[in-house]
């Protein structure tokens, strides 16, 4: 009954696809999406219709009030609450989404883990295995003796956190945990994906997205640091303030979407241990 995780880039399928697997493991979804949780963003964060979230128990979706500042340590507060709700219930707890930093806080600790450096990360994982436990060995005999010496991933966080903190690895290791559990990764073919994003965008837009955003306005939209800088919303309150026109944004948002995605799978492939899956032609009962 241990948590499923699943990841990818927006508009891949992933809220599809967790929908069908915990249909058959009778499991329930915990949305992992930093703009799901607040209430009123429905259009622009392609959040669960209210028949999807009476056919499968959703959890973390408006939680927040616009007025409301949530970060990632409320989100895993609440997270963690809504998983032991779910397995109280005996029930199979289905993460889902595509915000990294709320993965990472979830399975890395928030606030313990030493950040990330992509730089270093990149430099590492260009030299050999046999050359990183070298380095390591020298610098840090003691997590050299006890680290698996064939699982690359983790010789060269081990040899990252080195390198960005000064430190050795093994004085830090108490303070925070290594990711055990891998995450299903969905990915899809970059024309393909870049076809779900415009049709997403064209649908959101049909749905109502500039309606949306002016009553939101008025809910405090514009106030919200974090909110106020979603994909969609963002660009419609800059047209909606003169800036450019309808047709416009509409092209502008699409263009954001498909940076962010590309942005998104670069941070997963980097810093979380995914095991990849076609979204278009994936086998779902393969992920339990």
Same mark, same amino acid.
């Given at each position: 009954?241990?948590?499923?995780?699943? !990841?990818?880039?927006?508009?891949?399928?992933?809220?599809?696809?967790?929908?069908?697997?915990?249909?058959?493991?009778? *499991?329930?979804?915990?949305? /992992? =999406?930093?703009?799901? /949780?607040? @209430? *009123?963003?429905?259009?622009?964060?392609?959040?669960?219709?209210?028949?999807?979230?009476?056919?499968?128990?959703?959890?973390?979706?408006?939680?927040?009030?616009?007025?409301?500042?949530?970060?990632?340590?409320?989100?895993?507060?609440?997270?963690?609450?809504?998983?032991?709700?779910?397995?109280?219930?005996?029930?199979?707890?289905i993460y889902c989404g595509g915000t990294g930093l709320y993965f990472n806080a979830l399975l890395q600790g928030l606030g313990d883990? $030493?950040?990330?450096?992509?730089?270093?990360?990149?430099?590492?994982?260009?030299? $050999? &295995?046999?050359?990183?436990?070298?380095?390591?060995?020298?610098?840090?005999?003691?997590? #050299?003796?006890?680290? =698996?010496?064939? %699982?690359?991933?983790?010789?060269? @966080?081990?040899?990252? /956190?080195?390198?960005?903190?000064?430190?050795?690895?093994?004085?830090?290791?108490?303070?925070?945990?290594?990711?055990?559990? $891998?995450?299903?990764g969905l990915e899809c073919e970059r024309d393909d994906l870049h076809q779900r994003i415009n049709s997403r965008v064209d649908e959101?837009? *049909?749905?109502?997205? /500039?309606?949306?955003?002016?009553? &939101?306005?008025?809910? *405090?939209?514009?106030? %919200?640091?974090?909110?106020?800088?979603?994909?969609?919303?963002?660009?419609?309150?800059?047209h909606l303030d003169g800036g450019a026109s309808l047709a416009e944004t509409i092209e502008l948002v699409k263009l954001r979407t @498909?940076?962010?995605?590309?942005?998104?799978?670069? #941070?997963?492939?980097?810093?979380?241990? !995914?095991?990849?899956? %076609?979204?278009?032609?994936?086998?779902? %009962?393969?992920?339990?």
């Amino acid at each position: 009954m241990k948590p499923i995780y699943i !990841c990818g880039p927006t508009a891949v399928g992933k809220s599809a696809i967790a929908m069908d697997l915990a249909a058959r493991i009778n *499991g329930e979804i915990i949305s /992992v =999406d930093s703009m799901q /949780v607040y @209430r *009123g963003m429905d259009i622009g964060t392609a959040k669960p219709s209210l028949e999807e979230r009476n056919q499968i128990g959703h959890h973390l979706i408006d939680v927040a009030d616009l007025s409301e500042n949530f970060d990632a340590a409320r989100f895993v507060k609440l997270a963690k609450e809504a998983e032991a709700e779910i397995l109280r219930r005996g029930k199979r707890p289905i993460y889902c989404g595509g915000t990294g930093l709320y993965f990472n806080a979830l399975l890395q600790g928030l606030g313990d883990a $030493p950040p990330s450096d992509a730089k270093i990360r990149a430099e590492l994982e260009n030299i $050999p &295995l046999p050359r990183l436990l070298e380095d390591l060995k020298e610098t840090d005999p003691v997590t #050299w003796e006890k680290i =698996d010496r064939k %699982n690359p991933r983790r010789v060269i @966080r081990a040899l990252e /956190v080195i390198r960005v903190t000064g430190r050795p690895f093994s004085e830090q290791r108490s303070t925070w945990r290594e990711i055990e559990t $891998p995450l299903i990764g969905l990915e899809c073919e970059r024309d393909d994906l870049h076809q779900r994003i415009n049709s997403r965008v064209d649908e959101m837009f *049909g749905a109502g997205l /500039v309606e949306e955003t002016c009553a &939101l306005l008025k809910q *405090g939209l514009r106030e %919200n640091q974090t909110a106020s800088q979603a994909l969609g919303y963002k660009q419609v309150i800059e047209h909606l303030d003169g800036g450019a026109s309808l047709a416009e944004t509409i092209e502008l948002v699409k263009l954001r979407t @498909r940076q962010f995605a590309k942005r998104q799978m670069t #941070w997963f492939k980097r810093q979380l241990p !995914c095991k990849w899956f %076609n979204a278009g032609s994936i086998d779902v %009962n393969k992920l339990v």
